[in-house]
């Protein structure tokens, strides 16, 4: 009786190879719906924004010819337009660097096993539970420069207290096109209120991060003759850096589109000191009737975001990959 060569190739029964085939047809007709959905509701729409983007519609009668890129030139050369750039550029920053320093900050007590840590853990994380929009009235009440924190404030002796939201004064001007460069003193407030709601998300974060490390290696470093100090910079920071980078693209993806937090506590502000592209974005579409102008924003918004998903989807990808 021949034997088989080892080297021959097993060969796949058909009822089995046909079965395999079948489930793939089966997940994909499954997954097909939200394929179409998708494709019409997300990327469809985007494209169409961008058709308009590059149209003259710019009145309430349609008119979808071709202009290239002036409702883009226009929008590069507009003063309200160059302070919501300046506005985005200062939000993000701001927001991003206090949430990210004051959730460690959090982070780093709670992890300490203090006394009541689900009190005070649950008390940091509640902010979280409210929409942008009941942060932005409940924050617009406090910094109301006549009935807000500033009668505290006078109350203590402070004679001349902050305008908040409603002064126009930047800080460290520099003259760029339009505008002056630097940090609108009324945007503040709003960073105050952001940072509020979202530390609490970032403490999560890194609590979560903490809590993963192992004691041992806090154990050898002490050990080792290693300051509190020391361990938290050569050991756990380290450890923290993906939760750092992942509440980074988190943190920035939320400012770059901000919208209701602006809209219930200050509006675009007088001198445009507050405003940003999503809120003249509305105003330009919806109440101007500015449709290409409008799509020209978002796609703005779009590219912007983009800086800051795409870089980190393929950092994600080529980690995956990494063996």
């Not at 009822?15 to 395999?20: C, D, E, H, N, Q």
């Not at 920053?93 to 005070?120: H, N, R, S, Y």
């Not at 509190?228 to 750092?244: M, V």
Request: hydrophobic fraction near 50%; proline fraction near 5%; charge should be positive.
């Amino acid at each position: 009786m021949a034997q088989a060569s080892p080297f021959t190739t097993p060969q796949t029964h058909p009822k089995k190879r046909s079965g395999r085939n079948r489930e793939k047809w089966i997940a994909f007709l499954f997954l097909l719906p939200s394929i179409l959905a998708i494709a019409i509701f997300v990327y469809g729409f985007i494209g169409w924004t961008g058709y308009i983007s590059l149209s003259k519609w710019n009145t309430f009668v349609q008119d979808l010819t071709f202009s290239g890129l002036d409702n883009y030139r226009f929008l590069f050369n507009d003063f309200r337009f160059q302070s919501d750039l300046r506005n985005t550029i200062i939000f993000t920053v701001l927001f991003t660097l206090l949430c990210i320093g004051l959730g460690l900050f959090l982070a780093v007590l709670l992890d300490q096993k203090i006394k009541w840590e689900g009190l005070f853990r649950n008390i940091f994380i509640f902010p979280m539970a409210l929409s942008f929009i009941v942060t932005g009235v409940v924050w617009q009440w406090i910094f109301n420069p006549s009935t807000g924190i500033n009668l505290i404030l006078k109350k203590i002796g402070i004679t001349d207290p902050p305008l908040w939201y409603v002064q126009t004064r930047v800080v460290l001007p520099l003259h760029i096109g339009q505008i002056q460069f630097g940090v609108p003193m009324a945007l503040i407030a709003v960073v105050i209120a952001a940072v509020w709601q979202l530390s609490g998300f970032t403490m999560a974060m890194y609590l979560s991060g903490l809590r993963s490390i192992p004691d041992e290696l806090k154990e050898a470093a002490r050990v080792d003759g290693a300051t509190e100090w020391q361990t938290f910079r050569y050991i756990l920071l380290p450890q923290l850096k993906p939760i750092t980078f992942s509440a980074v693209i988190i943190l920035g993806h939320i400012s770059l589109k901000i919208f209701d937090l602006i809209y219930a506590m200050t509006g675009p502000g007088a001198a445009f000191v507050t405003d940003m592209p999503g809120l003249y974005m509305v105003e330009t579409t919806f109440k101007g009737s500015h449709y290409a102008q409008g799509a020209s924003i978002a796609i703005i918004m779009l590219l912007l975001v983009s800086l800051l998903i795409v870089p980190y989807l393929i950092f994600t990808f080529r980690k995956e990959e990494t063996p």
